[in-house]
């Protein structure tokens, strides 16, 4: 099984999207697939950490050896994540919905003459923001963010607001437009205290292993 230097560590992961219901057969969403985040947790797991994946619904089979918890919503989501604290890393790479329906109804809406009615959005929580900021806070918190310009500017922005130890951004839009959402590559820049990184487009895989490697090292340093 190879080298275990996060043996003893507890990890928790966040990934794929949430569905925000309108009714029972109806919900708001979006296209992320969950391979990143599923790639990060299969290589905490593989590097001996006891690993969560806190998972939306996405159409991919659990890495060997994690603890999967499924969720719908992001209020769920935040659930779950307070649950598996404490955690000594967390990884939030889940495309959390920013807003929910703010009524939910309790059968399916019909269709009626007329104009159709609005849907009135809630503010859903920031799950990472909100661990961030616990008492239980993990000793390395790490969130992701897909911009689509001023990628360096706008996640070392995102870094201060969210008070995580490291952004992992990547570009979404432009020259790599097509394709991050479900593709299995992806390129990324790290951005922490020290300053950012930028990393060679590579296989989800590889870059879930080369941070896990950097995990490391920085436990190990620190
Ligand atoms: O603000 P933005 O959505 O771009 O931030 C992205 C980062 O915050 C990701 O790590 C994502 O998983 C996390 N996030 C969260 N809960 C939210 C929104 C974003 O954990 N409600």
């Known amino acids: 099984s190879g080298p275990q230097p996060l043996k003893g560590m507890k990890a928790l992961v966040t990934a794929g999207p949430t569905h925000e219901p309108l009714d029972p057969v109806r919900f708001l969403g979006n296209r992320s697939s969950g ?4 790639a990060i947790a299969a290589a905490l797991t593989k590097a001996g950490a006891e690993t969560t994946l806190i998972s ?4 991919l089979d659990p890495p060997a050896g994690v603890n999967l918890v499924k969720v719908e919503t992001a209020r769920d989501m935040l659930a779950a ?3 598996a604290l404490p955690a000594d890393i967390a990884v939030f790479t889940a495309a959390v919905a920013d807003w929910r329906p703010e009524d939910v109804a ?3 809406i019909k269709k009626t003459s007329g104009a159709p009615a609005a849907i009135r959005l809630a503010t859903n929580p920031d799950i990472l923001a909100t661990v961030s900021h616990a008492g239980r806070r993990p000793r390395l918190v790490i969130g992701f963010a897909a911009e689509t310009n001023d990628v360096v500017a706008q996640a070392t922005q995102k870094r201060a607001k969210k008070d995580c130890d490291w952004i992992v951004a990547n570009e979404v839009g432009g020259a ?3 394709g991050v959402f479900g593709a ?6 790290i951005i922490d205290a020290a300053g950012h990184e930028e990393w060679p487009e590579m296989d989800k895989n590889e870059i879930a292993s080369r941070l896990v490697a950097r ?3 920085t436990l190990e340093h620190a």
């Open 35 to 38: 391979k990143q985040g599923y």
């Open 56 to 59: 939306g619904p996405v159409s």
């Open 81 to 83: 994540t307070e649950t």
């Open 106 to 108: 309790d059968s399916k």
């Open 176 to 178: 790599v437009a097509d």
């Open 184 to 189: 299995d590559r992806n390129q990324v820049h």
């Open 215 to 217: 995990i490391v090292k």
